[in-house]
C-alpha cells in the first residue's frame, strides 16, 4: 500500500478546462470521466511518490464504484494526461506541484520549530534576569527582552532568504526598502507638471463644450435608455467623457444592445461603460452554449482570434472568420 503524506490539499484551477487534452476527456466521457480525473489527482496527492498502481479494478473498489474500471482506464491511458510506465501512472505536472507544497510545508515546520526554541530561551532568559536583578533595574531589562521577542516573531520565524516564497501563502509582509524622493525632487516636479499644464500639454478635465455633437446625441440616447438610477445622475460628464473616448463600434453595440430592450442589473453607468466589451467563450461555455442551440463563430480582434455567439459578433460588427463554428463539437 502506498504511503499516505501530510499535504491535504492542491491546487485547482478555475479555467481547467481551458487544457485541450482535458476539454477532449469532457466531451466525450461527460461529467464522469471529469469526476474520475478529479478523482484520481486527489488520489495521487495523498500518496508519497504521487503515482499509483495500474490496478484499474482497485481503484474503481476504492472509488466505492467498481463498475467505472473500464471509465478509468480510459482516463488514464486515452487522452494523454497521464504518463504511465509497466506498473504505475503519474502526471507531471501534478508531481511537480506537490513536490513543491511539500518543500514548502517542511521549510515553515523547520522555521517554527527555530523560532519557538529561540523564544523560549529569551523567557528563560527573562524569568532569569529578573530573579537576579535589583527591583529597580529589572523592568528595563525586561522591556529590552520583550523587544527582542518581537524581533523573533517578525524575522526568525521567517528567515528573509525564504521571505518571498512564503509570502504568498502566509500573512507576512515582505517590505521594500523605502524610495522616498526629496524635497528638491519633488518641487522640481510640481513644477514641470504646472509648466505642462499651463502650455496646454496636459488636460486634467475635458470640457462638455469639447465633445462633438454627433457623440453628445448618441451619448444622449444611451442615458434615456439606460435609466441611471437617481443616486448615478451626479456621474452625467464621466460617463459622457468615457463615451467619447470609446470605440464607435462599441459605441453602436450598446446603442443597439439596449434597443433590444436589454437592461443590466448595475445601474451605474459609468462603471457599465468601463466594461463594454464582446462576450468571448471558453471551451465549457462553447460546449454548453452548442448543445443549448446556439449559432457559434470564430471572430478576430486586436489581432486575436476568438469565439463568440453570432448575435455578439453582428452587435460589436466582429471580423467572423468562421460562420459555422458549431460543426467542430459534431
Not at 67 to 83: N, T
Not at 314 to 324: H, S
Request: charged letters at 35%; proline letters at 4%.
Amino acid at each position: 500500500m502506498e504511503e499516505q503524506i501530510r499535504i491535504s490539499f492542491f491546487k485547482h484551477q478555475i479555467n481547467a478546462l481551458d487544457d485541450e487534452k482535458l476539454f477532449k476527456l469532457f466531451r466525450k466521457e461527460g461529467m464522469a470521466g471529469y469526476g474520475v480525473w478529479w478523482r484520481l489527482l486527489e488520489m495521487l496527492g495523498g500518496v508519497k511518490e504521487h503515482r499509483l498502481q495500474r490496478d484499474y479494478e482497485d481503484i474503481a473498489f476504492k472509488m466505492y464504484h467498481p463498475d467505472l474500471a473500464e471509465l478509468i482506464k480510459r482516463v488514464v491511458e486515452d487522452y494523454g494526461l497521464f504518463k504511465t510506465n509497466k506498473d504505475y501512472f503519474w502526471n507531471s505536472s501534478f508531481m511537480a506541484q506537490m513536490e513543491d507544497l511539500n518543500a514548502r510545508y517542511q521549510k515553515r515546520a523547520a522555521a517554527g520549530s527555530k523560532g519557538g526554541k529561540r523564544k523560549a530561551e529569551l523567557k528563560q532568559s527573562q524569568s532569569n534576569a529578573a530573579a537576579m536583578l535589583p527591583e529597580n533595574d529589572s523592568n528595563a531589562t525586561i522591556d529590552k527582552i520583550r523587544e527582542e521577542e518581537s524581533r523573533i516573531d517578525s524575522k526568525d520565524i521567517f528567515p528573509s532568504n525564504e521571505a518571498k516564497n512564503l509570502s504568498s501563502s502566509s500573512s507576512v509582509e515582505v517590505c521594500e526598502p523605502s524610495t522616498s524622493k526629496s524635497k528638491e525632487e519633488e518641487e522640481e516636479e510640481r513644477k514641470l507638471l504646472e509648466e505642462k499644464i499651463n502650455k496646454g500639454e496636459i488636460q486634467l478635465f475635458s470640457k462638455i463644450e469639447d465633445v462633438p455633437p454627433e457623440i453628445r446625441k448618441s451619448f444622449e440616447e444611451f442615458w434615456q435608455l439606460f435609466r441611471p438610477d437617481p443616486s448615478q445622475q451626479a456621474k452625467y460628464k464621466v460617463s459622457l467623457m468615457q463615451w467619447k473616448d470609446m470605440d464607435p463600434k462599441f459605441r453602436e453595440a450598446v446603442l443597439r444592445w439596449l434597443r433590444d430592450g436589454n437592461v443590466t442589473m448595475n445601474r451605474n453607468p459609468y462603471y457599465f461603460l468601463q466594461h463594454v466589451r464582446p462576450q468571448f467563450l471558453n471551451k465549457r461555455e462553447q460546449l454548453q452554449l452548442h448543445k443549448a442551440g446556439k449559432r457559434l463563430v470564430s471572430v478576430r480582434l486586436d489581432g486575436k482570434q476568438w469565439v463568440c455567439t453570432a448575435y455578439v459578433a453582428d452587435l460589436f460588427q466582429l471580423e467572423i472568420l468562421d460562420p459555422d463554428y458549431n460543426k467542430k463539437f459534431e
